[in-house]
């Protein structure tokens, strides 16, 4: 607590902001579990991030979460960074601690793979080959959380092949690139297909990929949640696959910051999701 009464104050730093969910997630948990606080949205210019992050602590704020396109970024101006942080190479989540300091964390491994498990409970990365699509640093959340829930095979596609490669050298011999001609026929027998790239989000192409290959019995995620239901899922939902959506990986990453801040652990409900998806 570094607030003299007991005020909870967080929030999400971004440049732009404005199209943020994560305040609407929090000041709703604020509001169900009665904790007195706010969660407000920060539009902060990149050349700004450092003497932000810095301030934090003067501000009485207990940390904030971060997104594009400080993540990366903010790793250079938190004091410690866990090695979670440090393996995806992005921060997600500042918390400071009781000597003002401030500590990097990076929670969309775990939000990812909680929404896998929310969405089919049982279901075990060690028995699915996956396929990732993208080269970011979602995707590197994605693979970082498949491999540490025990995947053994991961399949991964860029339209730049160096950026894939380059992420399958960081992370061991478990993942292996393929070409983006190749993206069609990389599919057979998987039983996980992330889509970390931006296609498919509202404003941009869908993504160009063709699931006969796919085993029915697949999951297929994607990380865009606006639209809801993309391109990618309403195919996978004709194929017979199991679509799931960006908004789990959303809320469940914010899960654990919450109770960093907070230290309560908050509950993914259909009331969060209805609350959340009437703003989209």
């Known amino acids: 607590m570094h607030t003299h009464s007991g005020f909870r104050l967080a929030g999400v730093m971004g440049w732009p902001i404005a199209h943020s969910r994560s305040p ?23 050349v700004k991030l450092e003497d932000a992050l810095r301030a934090l602590p003067r501000l009485n704020f207990l940390g904030c979460n971060l997104t594009i396109p400080h993540k990366e970024r903010a790793l250079s101006f938190v004091d410690e960074v866990t090695p979670e942080a440090r393996r995806i190479g992005a921060v997600n989540c500042v918390v400071v601690d009781e000597a003002g300091k ?29 396929v990732v699509f993208g080269a970011g640093g979602a995707a590197r959340s994605v693979v970082c959380g498949l491999i540490d829930a025990g995947a053994q095979e991961i399949r991964l596609l860029n339209r730049t092949f160096d950026r894939a490669r380059a992420i399958a050298l960081d992370f061991g011999s478990c993942v292996s690139t393929f070409a983006w001609e190749e993206r069609h026929e990389a599919l057979a027998g998987a039983g996980l297909l992330v889509n970390t790239t931006s296609q498919g989000m509202v404003g941009q192409p869908p993504l160009d990929i063709k699931l006969d290959l796919l085993p029915k019995s697949a999951l297929v995620a994607d990380i865009v949640y606006a639209p809801l239901e993309t391109q990618l899922l309403a195919q996978a939902r004709r194929h017979g696959a199991i679509p799931i959506d960006g908004l789990g990986m959303l809320m469940h990453q ?16 259909a009331e969060l999701r209805r609350w959340i998806t009437a703003s989209l």
């Open 24 to 46: 609407r997630i929090h000041n709703f948990w604020l509001n169900q579990y009665a904790i007195e606080g706010v969660y407000v949205p920060l539009a902060i210019e990149p």
């Open 102 to 130: 401030l500590i990097g964390k990076n929670y969309d491994a775990y939000g990812f793979i909680s929404s896998l498990t929310d969405a089919v409970p049982g279901w075990q990365a060690a028995r699915n080959s996956c």
């Open 254 to 269: 914010a899960r654990p910051a919450f109770r960093d801040w907070t230290g309560v652990m908050p509950q993914v409900t």
